[in-house]
């Protein structure tokens, strides 16, 4: 139970659905996330940094104002006093004037009048060095600045020097305060910008997956053997529309090599079925003819032995042509001469074209080496040829020739015999078919032939072609690469 939730759990993460889920919630958050990150940075650099020229400007004014009123010597300036009072209650600012023995002459908080300072930002101050420093963790901004008088003397005469120093204290709270709020604001906006996104994020996975989800559903409804039907009333995406269109060209695809298949096993079993037959009739006459004489045993053996002889060719064709349909065995390619493969078969196949007084002319224009399997293709020349003679007229001929271009060899095998009616000249190539089924079993042939020689020349990357007109004669082409092309 347990594992079933976990495995329909992760298939759901693996899901088409879920990857667009988490794709759109990416697309959306992530960028809220960096502009609201950028917005609380800009936001609160910015106002610190109006701050921290607002407290500099402050400090200028003030240190203009004790340095021109002489407030060091006369320790008494309305304008300073006033502008102390007015910084410290505004600005939440401590303000300090320490003369240069470190004594403080002014404390905008009266307590430490009167008192030495042992700062070090005071002793660099008196050296004359501008220092501000902030602590984060105590909120707070100092400034310790160098009050610089110039000074008349009867020996130097007029001279700079430092006579004090104005130490500035602010708070640095309202800038964290500050800080808080646009960060709260931003925080609200991340959590409403989340909900917005998981929201859209749910609505976009549901809408996409859903063409994925129908094309399941379709597919899942149909019917044995049939395929989507009436795909044209179906109103959905073009990829849709292709997806099932596609399905319904791989289930007819699959089916038609379905029936390929079985009419194969069916014509295999007739085929292998006809000579057994006859040879239980044959034998059957003998047991039932009591006192036969010696020669009807005789003629009636030579006929079970033909149809043993027959079985045994459909047998060896089909081998043969499984074998040669099978990629996974190898065909043995090397350089052999054709011209040499053609006058061999010929010369065979002399005594046949005898028996008929059939011609045999040769025609080469060139001697051609090329690279294919010898046996293979001796075997293709003399199917050719014997079809060539088996299905001639007694006195005919049969004329083969050999050509080649730079890329091709070519040769024709072309007879003076019956021909092939138009409509049957594409299926020659079928198995076990033949055009007069009757004649066949005079010729003795197991209708592969042609299934072989296709096969074979189809391994050699070339193609074979025929032309042929009834009771004129037929002409079977043949083209071969002369270079084998490897898989
Ligand atoms: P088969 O063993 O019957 O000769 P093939 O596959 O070699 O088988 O040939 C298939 C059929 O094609 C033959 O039965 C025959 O009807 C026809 N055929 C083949 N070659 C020729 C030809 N040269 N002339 C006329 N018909 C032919």
Do not use: W
């Amino acid at each position: 139970m347990k594992n079933k939730k976990l495995d329909l759990f992760l298939n759901y993460i693996k899901s088409f659905e879920f990857s667009i889920f988490v794709v759109t919630l990416i697309v959306i958050i992530v960028p809220i996330l960096v502009i609201g990150t950028i917005f609380l940075n800009v936001s609160t650099s910015k106002y610190y940094n109006n701050r921290l020229e607002e407290y500099k400007s402050n400090n200028i004014m003030l240190k203009n104002n004790i340095i021109s009123s002489g407030y060091l010597d006369k320790k008494e300036s309305e304008a300073v006093n006033a502008q102390i009072n007015l910084l410290s209650n505004e600005f939440d600012a401590r303000i300090q004037i320490i003369d240069t023995a470190c004594i403080i002459r002014e404390d905008s908080k009266s307590e430490d009048i009167g008192n030495t300072s042992i700062s070090k930002n005071v002793f660099k101050a008196l050296k004359g060095e501008d220092v501000m420093e902030e602590n984060k963790d105590l909120e707070y901004i100092e400034f310790s600045i160098p009050l610089v008088a110039t000074i008349t003397t009867v020996e130097e005469g007029s001279i700079k020097k430092t006579v004090g120093v104005l130490c500035t204290n602010y708070s640095t709270a309202n800038i964290s305060n500050y800080r808080s709020d646009v960060r709260r604001v931003v925080y609200i906006a991340f959590a409403l910008g989340a909900i917005f996104a998981l929201v859209v994020a749910f609505i976009c996975a549901k809408f996409f997956a859903r063409p994925i989800k129908r094309v399941g559903e379709i597919i899942k409804d149909v019917k044995h053997r049939r395929g989507v039907e009436n795909l044209d009333e179906i109103k959905d995406y073009t990829e849709v529309k292709q997806i099932l269109s596609d399905f319904n060209t791989m289930i007819d695809n699959f089916y038609a090599e379905q029936k390929k298949r079985d009419d194969f096993v069916s014509n295999v079993s007739h085929e292998l079925k006809t000579p057994i037959t006859s040879m239980k009739v044959l034998a059957d006459s003998l047991v039932g003819a009591e006192g036969a004489p010696e020669e009807m045993y005789q003629e009636f053996l030579v006929d079970i032995s033909n149809e043993i002889e027959r079985e045994s060719q459909i047998i060896n064709d089909l081998l043969e042509l499984v074998n040669t349909e099978n990629v996974e065995n190898e065909i043995n390619i090397s350089q052999v001469n054709i011209n040499d493969v053609l006058e061999s078969v010929l010369k065979t196949v002399k005594p046949i074209a005898e028996e008929k007084n059939i011609e045999v002319v040769y025609e080469s224009f060139r001697p051609i080496i090329a690279d294919v399997d010898e046996l293979k293709f001796a075997r293709v020349v003399t199917n050719l040829v014997e079809n060539a003679i088996k299905y001639n007229q007694v006195d005919g001929t049969v004329t083969v020739s050999l050509n080649a271009d730079h890329q091709y060899f070519y040769f024709k095998v072309q007879d003076t015999g019956i021909g092939i009616p138009e409509e049957d000249q594409d299926r020659v190539f079928e198995r076990f078919f033949r055009v007069d089924k009757a004649r066949a079993r005079e010729t003795g042939g197991s209708g592969l032939g042609l299934a072989i020689t296709k096969e074979i020349v189809k391994r050699h990357h070339g193609s074979i072609g025929v032309h042929s007109k009834e009771e004129e004669g037929t002409t079977f082409t043949v083209r071969i690469p002369l270079k084998y092309i490897e898989e």
